[in-house]
């Protein structure tokens, strides 16, 4: 997000996405094809994690040359000569699509310091890979897929981490916004990123909701995320 926000303001959030532009909003006695609703709460600020539910197939490539969301230079290589070293060393036998991990210039790649998007296509004549958005040079890279046991293990750093930051305080409340991509279809039982997460906080009151995006921190700021889990625990 673009807009300055306040620097003790915490935005977690999510929302319906569909390509075809068919989601309604209801409005009261009316129905809506955009809307936003927002809670805000004063007095008190929640310490905010976030989760990935992504495996990382490398390390962060620096950007070396873009064009608007076209990456042509990858560490000084033709993007799609890395890609292809990429596939070719793959041995999972997994073949799950691939996604774009974007993190900024010298971030510890961690789950706060990366966003994932997926990857629009190529350009085999530019010898280049396509971004879902513009590009920057002196970025990082990395190549990533869904993996449950991935997804699990963060979720759980993420618990353990928000614990230690809480100590011995107990919070009024938690709330949680998650991809419905991490849903009982991908982890194969229903509500287990609830159910964890409840564990870790012992009966601290929890809700939120499943959309199709959701709105966390990335360094320092809100960006619109994709298949991954915003908590905010607080009060």
Known sequence: MSRPEHPLARVIGGGAANPDGDDLVFTGQGLS??????????????????TQSCRSLSRGHLITRCEGADVLELDGKPALQVLAALLAARDDGDDSPLLAGH???GDRVGAEGLFVRPFMGLDRARAAVRLSQPAQEGDALLFLTRAVDSSRADLNAMMIETLG??????????????????????QGIPDYDAAVVSGFLDGVPLAGFFGGFELGPFRGKTQLHLFSAVLAVGG
């Open 33 to 50: 094809r955009d809307g936003l609703a927002a809670l805000v709460i004063r007095d008190c600020q929640p310490e905010v994690r976030l």
């Open 103 to 105: 993190a900024g210039p």
């Open 165 to 186: 930051v809480l100590r011995r305080r107990r919070p009024a409340f938690a709330l949680m916004t998650n991809c419905a991509g991490r849903g009982a279809e991908f």
